[in-house]
């Protein structure tokens, strides 16, 4: 009952197509009950030598028409209930994947990316045999049972039917008992697999790492043991779930003997007819199917409710980012303001009192050893995380009154970490615009120096990459990334990192670009090598969280601290690789 209360919403959506399949399933059932009466009657006449070829004829008659009959209203019934079942994978899917793309970082860290995925196949699947062949099985079981056990009971003989039906009641005890069993097993399957995702997901995108290490072996003894751990649940649930037609047969059995040894006895007394026997043995054999569809139903239930309890768990789950009940109409770039007193992640402090201004149009870098808080003022100012003691202002309201789309709609952000899909490499650029003209796409790769690189594949724009662009050197994915962002054209460019995987030249020539193409519009750059931030408008040089120097290059160099001193010993190291390869050339 929980599950069907909680699908409720989908059988009311879809009560006229359900109710279409329902009906047809109900024909079939009274067609159903056509052919052994029919086949009793010829027996008794052929018995009683009264058969004519007229009566013949007609029963024929009678069998084809029903046959052709059923034929058509199964079709119908397929249709209308598994047909509409789909609806529901269909529905749920979406809302998974809308409800993802809704869900802030810390919702990718709590759930791993293969048990999202056992999620919206394995458990969808379960839902949708649910709303499929659970719905026709309670169906057809509960109509063919009543018509059936109608007819044994009114047409044929009333005290056989309650003799045929005692085994039953133990029946639905025993199936009970087992369904508890076999929802924990399945519970306990459906964990593992997502566990097996996990693992699997996880080695084949760092199955690089994996080889460099020669850690293969291991890894493939680690998967052995995953794999065996499922293997055992899901046979526990196998075991389970292959109790069902057994114990159904037993009773069915029972039923059987009991109804061939006091059949007997009233044909014995007169009081029965072979005939009639014959058509209440057919009948009870069609009673085998309901009672396999009972288990079957609960069985089916059983799984569904697991799976729904694990869906609605997600679907339950909050974004940490919440939007403005009335957010401001329209958005425009303008002027930035930090005015953070705190922020941390899982209770550690990671940013406190950074305070700065940048204005519309200006190009800030930000500089810092490595958990200085870099990355963090980045992903506060695209709302991944909320600052919780303090604000940052676009234009001179908080970023928090905006909504996120529009915010995020003057954004272009190259992660650290680039990912690029498994399409060409020309798809790839103009993802946020796929209209994109060729000429767009090819200027935003000369802008990122990566044009060059790209029309010596073979396929030059349109070579497929490989799965998070693993056909790629690192610089080149660094630069397809960037130039998907430039191609975007943002108000607000953020590059985290993203030019530490390219040599200096190719960092020079980005650069000087940059500065032409990006002119009138904002630029946050975060880096380690600090000649790609030399020119910009306000250098922040953070550590521990803090603004530990702030200025342009002239003035930061004129304080003489962290910054001066990184900058000439990078300097220095450049100039010595220089003269290095000046020797060796």
């Known amino acids: 009952m929980y599950l069907l209360k ?26 159903n009950l056509i052919p052994p009466r029919v086949m009793g009657q010829i027996i008794d006449k052929i018995a009683g030598q009264t058969l ?3 009566e013949l004829f007609l029963n024929v008659l009678y069998l084809v028409v029903s046959g052709f009959a059923m034929y058509g209203l199964r079709y119908i019934w397929r249709m209308y209930i598994f047909g509409t079942a ?34 919206a196949t394995n458990d969808i699947n379960a839902l949708v045999m649910t709303a499929g062949g659970g719905v026709m099985s309670a169906v057809d079981a509960s109509i063919t049972a009543v018509v059936t056990l109608a007819t044994m009971f009114f047409v044929l003989d009333w005290r056989l039917t309650l003799i045929a039906i005692l085994p039953l009641p133990l029946m639905a005890m025993a199936t009970s008992a087992l369904g508890r069993r076999n929802h924990t097993a399945f519970k306990a399957s459906q964990e ?3 566990k097996l995702n996990n693992h699997v997901q996880e080695s084949v995108s760092g199955i690089k790492v994996t080889k460099s290490f020669g850690y293969q072996g291991a890894e493939v003894a680690a998967f052995a043991h ?3 751990e499922v293997f055992e649940k899901n046979m526990r649930a196998a075991k389970f779930n292959a109790l069902f037609d057994p114990m159904t047969i037993t009773f069915v059995g029972l039923s059987y003997v009991l109804t061939l040894v006091i059949g007997g006895i009233f044909i014995a007394n007169g009081e029965l007819t072979i005939g009639e026997l ?33 869906i609605d768990h997600l679907l339950a789950q909050e974004s940490d980012i919440v939007e403005t009940a009335n957010p401001l109409p329209g958005i425009k770039n303008g002027n930035l303001d930090y005015a953070i007193d705190s922020f941390s992640y899982d209770e550690q402090e990671t940013l406190s009192n950074v305070h700065f201004a940048l204005k519309k149009g200006q190009t800030l870098g930000i500089v810092g050893p490595t958990g200085s808080g870099k990355t963090t003022l980045l992903k506060l100012l695209l709302r991944e995380r909320d600052v919780e003691s303090g604000s940052i202002s676009l234009n001179g309201y908080d970023i928090r009154d905006y909504s996120l789309q529009d915010l995020r709609s003057l954004m272009g952000y190259v992660p650290q970490d680039q990912i690029l899909f498994a399409m060409s490499i020309r798809d790839n650029i103009r993802f946020a615009n796929p209209d994109l003209p060729d000429k767009m796409v090819e200027k935003a790769a000369q802008l990122c120096g990566v044009y060059e690189d790209i029309i010596a594949m073979p396929e030059g724009f349109g070579t497929i990459i490989g799965e998070r662009g693993v056909s790629l050197s690192g610089g080149q994915k660094q630069r397809i990334a960037m130039s998907r962002a430039l191609a975007a054209n943002p108000e607000i460019l953020m590059l985290d990192d993203s030019l530490s995987a390219v040599d200096a030249k190719t960092e020079h020539h980005i650069v000087e670009n940059l500065k032409d193409e990006r002119y009138g519009k904002t630029t946050i750059i975060t880096a380690h090598r600090l000649s790609a931030i030399v020119h910009a408008d306000l250098i922040l040089v953070m550590e521990n969280g803090r603004i530990k120097e702030a200025g342009n290059h002239q003035e930061l160099m004129e304080q003489a601290g962290w910054y001066y001193e990184t900058y000439q010993s990078q300097q220095l190291t450049e100039s010595l690789e220089a003269s290095l390869e000046g020797g060796i050339s």
């Open 6 to 31: 909680k699908l409720g919403w989908f059988f009311r959506m879809e009560k006229r197509r359900y109710s279409m399949g329902i009906i047809a399933l109900g024909l079939v059932s009274v067609f």
């Open 226 to 228: 995953t794999n065996q």
């Open 52 to 54: 004519t070829n007229q």
């Open 278 to 310: 014959v058509t209440f043995i057919t009948y009870l054999d069609m009673l085998v199917w309901p009672l396999q569809a009972m288990g079957f139903l609960f069985n089916v239930i059983q799984r569904g409710s697991v799976s729904y309890e694990r």
């Open 192 to 194: 593992a697999f997502s």
């Open 86 to 119: 789909n609806h529901l994978g269909q529905i749920l899917r979406f809302r998974l994947f809308e409800h993802f793309t809704k869900m802030s970082p810390s919702f990718f860290q709590r759930f791993r990316t293969g048990d999202l995925m056992a999620h």
